[in-house]
């Protein structure tokens, strides 16, 4: 039965949000024009309509997750995007995987923060509500679904099946509901998809608030007075954008199989470019706070960052990208709503922002060298080239397809080799802007000429080169631009080290933000030269075997084929893989897949087996996501075991082949990164000819390449699944099958019944063997065995071992907790003029 009411309740939300969205940006207009009687008004009704925004749009998300989770598959979202198999974490990245759900996912959190500024300002309230009202009613207008002749209005959520595809089966049954949905991409199945998205959409919203205190500053001719406001949520939009490109690029180590975790995708171009932006942007503005000066450097930074996030959103969702990245979304029609978005805030906040130009006050003081508006200049203009050099060839799929529209035809294509190509150009910006960051933070908190300069950076020099020289002998770095890299990056740990001793010393914990942050930055590069450049792949393919003419030539040598149960030397270790595995709802371990079988329900299984305390032979257990196989794979140094990795991967048609993702050995100092490539495919085996062995009780034979014993056989008076009648004669035969360490026991029945003969074959997938019961020759002392094979239970793996990966990690906390220590003293001192009537 299909379920007309979440989806009419949602479209009648969108409705309502979009409309009470240009209510409230006219009624804070208004607001804001009101003479003093008028303004209590106003404000009331102003503040009461974003309210009902706000409701309405709480209800849209409340709407498309109720179909989401109640299963309604009768709408195209819902059935698109998930599926019953999908536990209710995975519910919620479906919730935002499609781009209507990451629309109202980017509104919401335009709602919540237009709440707090609500509540936390006085003077900006209007001018800066005007401009959430309006982004807000752009973004409820991709979601509005509305067609007025030839002209698509956004894009619903709420649209049901039958009316979004041309299946023959609604012609014949209007009211056909699937039984199930296509589920979730399966490298979103990852839990760092259930908060990455949403932060890194609360990045893309907080860009927002800056902009609209910017807007309200040039519109209210208060040219310099929004600095202060705007400052600490410029710092929070870049510590939220820098913390949500962090999750992005772990859920690529670990559920992507490149390797790495950063790959210059365009999407991923996309977001890094804004945030480059951002953090020139805050750095300006606290210079002005300081010295009166960089006021238009600010302003044009700040409305950047907020139009590269719109183009951002662009390049991502319209389509145009669609050849030149592997995660963008596919065009829904949406592409010339997204340019008026962009265009439009872009001519707004140009036009105000010429009209000003002259108005605006500017420091008239030449910045000296010795200065720390010199440097800050410096660091700005580095992180603005390091935006545009990876901005431009980004763009080259968009600027062609501008060509086109106006009818000419463009060749330019992007990067052959993305990482190549941005990386050494980034990596020399990164170690000028480490550099700058050092010796910038002296400037920065004293007043330096050529001697004081010297003094102050003779200490952190000495010792930054001795720990670097420590690191370059016992680490082995021997290439010259590696060895600059360790220096550039310790002369920044170092030198911010000594900063921060000295602010711990004279003054408060709030003052160590800048130092913190700068820090992290230094770890950040040092961790990104070992784990990128000094990445040791150790599964190195020494048979000669050419794994499949589809891989490149470093591919199948960087390869290692492991059948189960051999071991198989991969530099310092020796590793085993044991097999497939499943994960068991309420079991904390993964349990061996060979106990396991499908009811044919979804994520349900039989065992066939006892498996410790966790189920009995028969019981009926839950599956965590039936379709992935966790291969486990055992290391073993000096023949004991070290540990085991469990990689997984999973069949899908419908992405192309074998969808694969990660499982590492963390140490302190390295990472141990496996994945698996390539697999065995037996669920349809094609069996081999017959093999025939005559055997005696006691005789050992070889069945392939397996040692066998035939320990005998046994009558049965009963056979499990399998009904005997009075008169039959069962016969059970007992086979042990070695494979290196593991041994396996086969018992193939034999079956008479009226002078009939039946045969209970038994099938070992791992070992890819049949094994029927043929014939007892009891005049012999013999039984007849048929045996049939198919290829044994394989992997290809590779492994990679990511030195001092960690020190990435944590360099990237460490400069988050400077964002956030720099946030408290930045709120800290916009709360105490505010309070004092002056904001």
């Known amino acids: 039965m299909i379920n007309t009411f979440m989806g009419n309740l949602g479209h009648l939300m969108t409705i309502v949000a979009f409309v009470s969205a240009l209510v409230t940006a006219y009624a804070y207009f208004q607001y804001f024009r009101a003479n003093e009687i008028e303004k209590a008004s106003w404000r009331k009704f102003s503040r009461i309509s974003f309210y009902i925004h706000a409701g309405s749009t709480a209800m849209i998300a409340f709407s498309l997750f109720e179909i989401i989770y109640n299963h309604r598959f009768e709408y195209f979202y819902a059935y698109s995007h998930s599926s019953k198999a999908l536990p209710v974490h995975y519910m919620i990245s479906s919730f935002w995987e499609g781009q209507e759900g990451a629309f109202i996912l980017w509104a919401f959190w335009n709602v919540v923060l237009g709440i707090i500024l609500i509540q936390t300002n006085k003077f900006w309230e209007g001018p800066v509500m005007v401009v959430f009202a309006l982004v807000q009613a752009f973004l409820v207008s991709m979601i509005l679904g509305v067609v007025i002749g030839d002209l698509k209005i956004g894009s619903s959520p709420f649209i049901l099946l039958r009316d979004a595809t041309q299946a023959p089966i609604f012609e014949l049954n209007p009211d056909f509901v699937p039984e199930d949905g296509t589920g979730l991409n399966p490298l979103l199945q990852n839990i760092w998809m259930v908060i990455h998205p949403p932060t890194l959409f609360l990045g893309y919203a907080s860009t927002l608030v800056p902009f609209a205190f910017l807007i309200g500053g040039l519109v209210t001719k208060r040219y310099s007075e929004w600095i202060r406001p705007a400052l600490p949520w410029a710092i929070f939009s870049a510590m939220i954008l820098g913390m949500g490109i962090i999750m992005g690029a772990y859920w690529a180590y670990v559920t992507l199989n490149f390797g790495g ?99 605006i006050p500017t420091s008239e003081k030449e910045a000296s060298v010795y200065s720390r508006e010199f440097w800050i200049f410096l660091g700005a203009v580095t992180l603005g080239l390091m935006s545009f050099q990876v901005i431009l060839p980004t763009s080259i799929p968009a600027w062609n397809a501008l060509v086109e529209i106006f009818g000419g035809i463009s060749n330019m294509a992007p990067p052959a080799d993305q990482v190549e190509f941005y990386t050494k150009f980034q990596l020399w910006f990164a170690v000028a802007l480490a550099l700058l960051t050092a010796v910038g933070q002296f400037f920065w908190w004293q007043k330096m000429d050529k001697k004081a300069l010297k003094d102050a950076l003779i200490t952190p020099y000495i010792f930054s080169v001795l720990l670097s020289a420590a690191v370059i002998v016992l680490a082995k770095v021997y290439d010259w631009k590696y060895i600059i890299i360790v220096l550039a990056g310790m002369f920044t740990v170092v030198a911010n080290s000594v900063i921060l001793a000295k602010l711990l010393k004279k003054s408060t914990f709030k003052l160590a933000g800048g130092s913190l942050a700068h820090i992290g930055l230094g770890m950040i590069l040092i961790g990104i030269m070992f784990s990128s450049g000094y990445s040791d792949v150790i599964s190195i393919n020494m048979s000669g075997l050419t794994y499949s003419n589809s891989w490149e030539d470093e591919m199948n040598k960087e390869h290692v084929l492991l059948w189960i149960n051999k071991p198989t030397q991969m530099k310092d270790y020796t590793v085993v893989y044991r097999g ?260």
């Open 261 to 359: 975790y950063w790959n210059w995708d365009p999407v991923e171009n996309a977001v890094y470019v804004p945030w480059l932006i951002l953090v020139a942007a805050i750095h300006t503005m606290i210079t002005f706070k300081k010295s009166a000066t960089a006021l238009k450097t600010s302003i044009v930074l700040v409305i950047l960052s907020f139009i590269l996030v719109l183009y951002a959103t662009f390049l991502v969702r319209s389509g145009v990208l669609g050849d030149a990245s592997v995660h963008s979304f596919t065009d829904l029609g949406l592409s010339g709503q997204l340019l008026i978005y962009m265009l439009f805030f872009l001519v707004i906040a140009v036009f105000l922002a010429v009209r000003a130009w002259k108005h």
């Open 580 to 839: 497939r595995q499943k994960k068991v709802v309420g079991i904390p371990e993964y349990v061996p897949a060979k106990y396991l079988e499908s009811t044919g329900n979804v994520n349900e299984a039989v065992a066939l087996a006892d498996y410790k305390e966790y189920f009995k032979k028969g019981d009926v257990v839950n599956l965590v996501l039936e379709e992935n196989d966790y291969f486990k794979i055992d290391y073993f140094q000096n023949e004991a075991l070290k540990f085991s990795l469990n990689p997984m991967s999973q069949f899908n048609e419908g992405m192309g082949g074998l969808i694969s993702s990660p499982d590492s050995k963390i140490y302190l100092n390295r990472d141990l990164y496996t994945y698996v490539a390539a697999m065995n495919d037996y669920s349809d085996p094609e069996w081999k000819e017959d093999e025939v062995y005559e055997v005696s009780p006691g005789e050992q034979f070889h069945i392939a390449d397996f040692v066998t014993y035939f320990d005998g056989a046994e009558v049965m008076k009963e056979i499990e699944g399998y009904v005997l009648q009075e008169g039959d004669v069962a016969v059970k035969a007992k086979l042990r099958v070695l494979d290196y360490d593991v041994e396996k026991l086969l018992e193939p029945t034999f079956i008479i019944r009226n002078n009939q003969v039946g045969k209970l074959p038994v099938i070992d997938t791992e070992l890819g063997l049949k094994v029927s019961l043929e014939n007892i020759l009891p005049d012999q002392n013999k039984f007849v065995f048929k045996v049939n094979q198919y290829q044994k239970d394989y992997v290809v793996m590779k492994a990679i071992v990511k030195p001092y990966i960690n020190v990435l990690w944590v360099g990237t906390i460490v400069m988050l907790i400077g964002f956030t220590v720099a946030i408290f003293r930045r709120f800290d001192e916009f709360a105490k003029m505010r309070d004092k009537g002056m904001e």
